[in-house]
């Protein structure tokens, strides 16, 4: 059975970290290995993929079979694009400096378009972020509002129940003399 390149799982669970690796068809997922080529963490945005290209491009060469999604990462990282480029080195219809232009070009590109979309992403959390903050303090200050007003309210309950309270105590003292004044009245004649 032919050599796979092929992920081997590492992490915890629901945290994966792969390893690139080099391996016989018949070995287990997560057993030996011949060589680590490289790592892909997924969890990150956009995805962190480290790979040794050069060793990748001589283990094609040598008939090592990618699985899908190792292929997918090779092609990401331009590996299949370089082995591409060095077979029509070697039928010898373009040369290796014409080949290694190309492949600059196409590395540029792409640098470009993975920093775009990180700083695309960047700016999306934080607009979202300010978005959050920004209707956070609009509900603080309805709700700050909302308290101000309870409490103007509750003042002016208790200020209108005290002004009750001083009236009522008012209008018993103005009863009271009379009342007093006119039991003694009888009581002179």
């Known amino acids: 059975m032919p050599a796979r390149i092929r992920l081997q799982r590492h992490g915890k669970k ?7 690796v080099v391996a016989d068809g018949r070995a287990p997922r997560d057993g030996k290995f011949i060589e680590k080529l490289g ?9 962190t993929i480290e790979l ?6 001589k283990w094609l060469k040598n008939g090592a079979q990618p699985s899908e999604t190792a292929r997918r990462i090779l092609s990401y990282k331009g590996v299949l694009l370089r082995r ?9 219809a373009i040369s290796q400096e014409q080949a290694d232009v190309r492949f600059n070009e ?15 992403a960047e700016s999306a959390i934080r607009d979202v972020k300010k978005a959050r903050m920004e209707a956070e ?7 700050a509002a909302a308290v101000a007003a309870k409490r103007k309210a509750a003042a002016e309950a208790e200020a209108a129940a005290k002004a009750e309270a001083e009236a009522a105590a008012a209008a018993t003292e103005e ?15």
Do not use: D, M, R
Request: glycine share 4%.
């Open 14 to 20: 629901n945290q994966p970290f792969y390893h690139i």
């Open 39 to 47: 790592t892909y963490n997924p969890l990150t945005n956009p995805a």
């Open 52 to 57: 040794n290209c050069e060793s990748a491009v």
């Open 84 to 92: 591409h480029l060095q077979i029509g080195v070697e039928k010898g």
């Open 106 to 120: 196409w590395l540029q590109a792409k640098e470009a378009k993975i920093a775009s979309a990180k700083s695309n």
């Open 137 to 143: 303090k609009k509900a603080n200050e309805t709700k």
């Open 175 to 189: 009863a009271a003399p009379a009342e007093g004044e006119a039991t003694e009245a009888p009581a002179e004649a």
